[in-house]
């Protein structure tokens, strides 16, 4: 089994910054694309960003030039650096990750518990 622990989410003022991590731990034979989703009240989980085992990045348009996603491949980790926030990034954060666990599975797609973060003055 494979868990993924998002930590350091919380309350922050309009303009502040916050740092996501996401540690992937259990029976892991290699990560893949690694990415971060987020869900505001009555909306639709969306995407924010993603990396691959290469670290090429993808952004939400909302948040290009605001966030940065990184990883550490030796630590089963992946980070959102997130600047200049604004009320409309307040919602629940999920990790995701594209794992294989022995080398003859197939991928799976596994998520985190989700963590909050609220952008408010």
């Known amino acids: 089994q494979v868990q993924l622990v998002e930590s350091g989410g919380g309350l922050v003022q309009p303009g502040g910054s916050l740092r996501l991590s996401c540690a992937a731990s259990g029976s892991i034979f290699n990560i893949y694309d690694m990415g971060w989703y987020r869900q505001a009240p009555g909306k639709q989980r969306e995407l924010v960003a993603t990396?691959?085992?290469?670290?090429?990045?993808n952004y939400a348009d909302a948040v290009k030039g605001r966030f940065t996603i990184s990883r550490d491949n030796a630590k089963n980790t992946v980070y959102l650096q997130m600047h200049s926030l604004k009320p409309e990034d307040t919602a629940v954060y999920y990790c995701?990750?594209?794992?294989?666990?022995?080398?003859?599975?197939?991928?799976?797609?596994?998520w985190g518990q989700g963590t909050q973060v609220t952008v408010s003055s």
């Open positions: 995701n990750a594209e794992v294989r666990i022995t080398l003859w599975t197939p991928k799976n797609n596994y």
């Open positions: 990396i691959t085992k290469g670290e090429i990045t």
